[in-house]
Structure formats: C-alpha cells, structure tokens
C-alpha cells in the first residue's frame, strides 16, 4: 500500500507529493492530460517554433516560493531568465510607470508627489522579505510564524481594500499600477485584502524579480517532476480519475483539483455547494513577426506589461467582468513578452506575445477585437506584427485543465473574504470530510499563482496525520 496519492500534476500536486517523497513516505501522482503541469505548461499553439505558456508564464511568486527555493530545482533544468524591467505599466502620454528591482527606480517612475509614499509603503516590509513571504504563504495554522510582528503590521497594511491603501497616491500613475497588480488575482479593487495583494507583487518583484522559466513553464513542472522520481515517487498520466474506486490503495489521497471535482470524485455531495467561482479570462497567445511596438519605451524592456488607462477603467473593466456579467468595452490585459529574454521561444527575429483580459464565468464571445484595440492604443501598429494568433475563452480554459470552472484560472471567486477563506471557513482547509482525503489545489490557502505554496501547506497536514498513525 503507498503511503500517499495525488490526483493531478499541477505544480501544487507535484509540490505535495515532492514534500512528501523527501519525509521518505512512498508516493504515486496521476494527471488526466497526457503530459504534466496544470497550468504551467508550455506548447506550439500558433506556427512550429513558437512556444508558448497556455497559461502562467511570468512567474514572481514562483521565485519566491520558499517550498521551490528549498528544493533543487536547477538540477533539474530550472532556470530563471530576467528581463532589464519586471514589469511596466504604459499611458496613453507614452510614458509609463514602472516596477523595478529598484524601489527608487519603481518610486521615481510615480513622479515627485507619490514617490515619498511608496518608500514608505515598502521599505518596512523588504528587509524582512523572505521570512514575510514564508510567514503570509504559509497561513492558516500550518506554521507558527517567524516574524509574528512583522506579519501582523502586513495585515494592518494589506487586509483592508486596495482602495484604501491607494489613497496614499495623489497621482494615477501609482494608483493605476497598483490596481493592476490586484487585478492579477481577478480580485475587484475594493475587496478585502486586496491591498495585501497588491503589496506582496511589489515587493516579490523588488525582492527577486518577475521572471520567466528558461524554454517556457513547462520547465517547472518537468523540474518537480525529475525531482519527485529522483526521490522515488512515480508519476502517471493520461490516467483520469473519476471515482476514487480508480486510485490504488493508500493511507492518503491529496487532490490537486477544484472543490467541485473533489467533491464528485470522493463522493462528498453537497460539501462545497458553497464555493463560488469568480471570473473567467478571454486569452490570446500570439506569434509576431517582431517585438510589440510600444509607444513607450519602458515597455520594450519589461517582461510583463500592464495595460489599463487609469485605475477607473481598471476597475471598470474588473466590475464589468465578476459583478455585472459583461465583457468590458476596454479589458484591462496582463500581457508577459517572454522572448525578450528567452530567444528560444521563438524563430530567430521572431517573438510570442501572451496577453489575457477578464470576462463573466462561463462567457463564451469572443474578446480578440476589444483585446487588439487596446494594445493598439498603447503599441500603435500591432495587428501588423501578427503572424498568428491562438485564443482561448472560458470554454477552452476549462477543456484544457479542469480546474478552471468556467474559465476562473485562479479556481476559485478571489472577491472579499473568499480570497482568505478558501475552500470552506476553517482553520485547517487542507482538510476534508474523510480524515484521510485532503485537497492542496489553489482553491486553498494562499491561492492562485505558480508557488506550490498550497501544496507544500497540505503536505503538512497529510505527514501529520501519517506519523499519527501506528
């Protein structure tokens, strides 16, 4: 009998069963799809030589998860590739507003009037990065913090709404980043805890950068993957699991899937009727005949570019998508240019381009004009690059990784408490009905982005019970 199995590859599965392959328990993974990742994998979705990231494809809380920083993942092919800037956030003046490895670089780019008040807004917290980040990744109760004082000044700070915390900028060039950065988690602007969302983007890319995987996000997974069969585990895919009648015999089964999945699977009934799934996103994964030409010029240089006018029509374009029901007239797109740094990605002189803007749940329309008419207000002459492009919606989302109910990449709604109380109010969420049935998805604690940080929290929960029995 195996000590544990996991059902799914994504990084939080693989993560788990990583975790506990290196506490010498025997572990088995099963993935439905013919090859692992979940959402960081990469593929030709366009022309051959093109490869691009279905999903994530910029990664700043990958490379500051403390459960990859622990492991040895460039062993096993991991590398991490920076661009000159993390991130940029053009205007429609052609000047943009920046996120840099420098806080004074990131504060100039705000102007004279904000650039005092994201020093202070920052500079607490960076000195004492890694251990906030292991303290904040690593909530609820699955570790007693390190620093108690220093995550509870966090909370002041962040566990109010982002639209609080930007009242301290005067100017929209700092309010308009920042909201973006909340928007990352498809969160609305005046949720709860959105302010903590927006702070631990700026300072992980202060901290170490946002970068890319060496040869696309598939690299993540095949590097955990090496990793795990290096310590003994196996992994199986191709193996869809729809009973737990499936799964051979063992004293824990972790589920990297949604609550919705799980709850079929293990027979769990209406356990999660309550869990709500937030907005989906309308995808386009281009191949261009050269870099996009943005007006401005901080924009050619950053991996990843945000694109919204001002905080308005963020918030716009977010309320439009999870409160309203519509799609936005003017989506704010998270856009990542992984061929800047990584020319083997694409023909040489070529580039892949990645841009995705929000929509209701289950939307099934098509985004790519509204898509291409705003990268052409802030990169005039775009369509012109194109050589081809590939779109998914939330049908397509959702065919391609079943945890992505109706397009909700972040598996699960990201709005109010629901971004804290993940799957279920409870003190130990890694939990389930059967005391031997965990779920370590990103529908638990700390939720969406390619950290194994959810994974790496349930392993947890899964040794202890483990060493608990006889």
């Known amino acids: 009998m195996l000590d544990a199995v996991v059902v799914g590859a994504g990084p939080n599965g693989l993560t788990a069963a990583v975790e506990l392959a290196r506490r010498g328990f025997s572990v088995a993974v099963f993935e439905a799809k013919d090859t692992v990742g979940g959402g960081a994998r990469t593929a030709e979705l366009t022309l051959p030589g093109f490869r691009h990231d279905p999903c994530s494809a910029a990664h700043p809380l990958g490379v500051n998860s403390p459960a990859f920083r622990a492991m040895p993942l460039h062993r096993h092919g991991l590398e991490w590739l920076h661009s000159e800037l993390p991130m940029a956030h053009p205007f429609l003046d052609g000047s943009a ?33 890694e251990t906030l980040a292991h303290d904040f990744m690593s909530l609820p109760l699955t570790a007693l913090p390190r620093d108690p004082v220093t995550l509870a000044r966090f909370g002041l700070v962040g566990l109010p709404p982002s639209t609080w915390l930007m009242r301290r900028f005067k100017d929209e060039r700092a309010k308009a980043l920042f909201a973006g950065l909340v928007a990352h988690v498809i969160a609305p602007l005046g949720g709860l805890a959105t302010g903590a969302v927006g702070l631990v983007f700026a300072l992980a890319a202060h901290a170490a950068g946002w970068p890319v995987a060496k040869g696309g996000s598939q690299a993540i997974s095949d590097a955990l993957t090496a990793y795990l069969k290096d310590l003994g585990g196996t992994v199986h895919t191709d193996y869809e699991v729809k009973r737990l009648d499936d799964l051979p015999p063992a004293r824990a089964y972790v589920f990297d899937t949604s609550p919705t999945a799980l709850a079929r699977i293990a027979g769990f009934g209406r356990h999660y009727d309550s869990y709500r799934y937030g907005a989906g996103v309308f995808k386009i994964d281009y191949a261009l005949d050269g870099p996009v030409p943005w007006t401005a010029e901080e924009a050619r240089r950053a991996g990843t570019v945000q694109v919204g006018a001002s905080k308005a029509e963020i918030g716009a374009a977010l309320d439009a998508a999870s409160r309203h029901g519509r799609a936005p007239d003017a989506p704010f797109l998270i856009t990542v240019q992984p061929s800047l740094v990584d020319p083997s990605r694409a023909p040489e002189g070529k580039h892949v381009f990645w841009a995705y803007g929000h929509v209701p749940n289950g939307w099934t329309g098509d985004l790519t004009d509204a898509v291409e008419r705003q990268l052409e207000r802030f990169a005039p002459g775009f369509r012109d690059r194109v050589l081809a492009r590939a779109t998914a919606g939330p049908p397509e989302f959702a065919a391609h990784n079943a945890n992505y109910v109706g397009g909700d990449i972040a598996c699960g709604a990201a709005s109010g408490l629901r971004l804290l109380l993940r799957p279920k109010l409870s003190l130990f969420p890694y939990h389930t009905p059967h005391p031997a049935i965990f779920i370590c998805s990103s529908a ?6 390619v950290h194994g940080m959810s994974g790496h929290n349930a392993a947890k929960a899964v040794w202890r019970r483990l060493r608990q029995e006889p």
């Open 444 to 449: 638990t604690p700390p939720g969406p982005g």
């Open 97 to 129: 507003a920046v996120l840099s490895r420098s806080v004074g670089e990131t504060a100039a780019s705000f102007g004279p009037r904000d650039a005092g008040a994201y020093r202070r807004l920052v500079q607490p917290f960076l000195p004492k990065w």
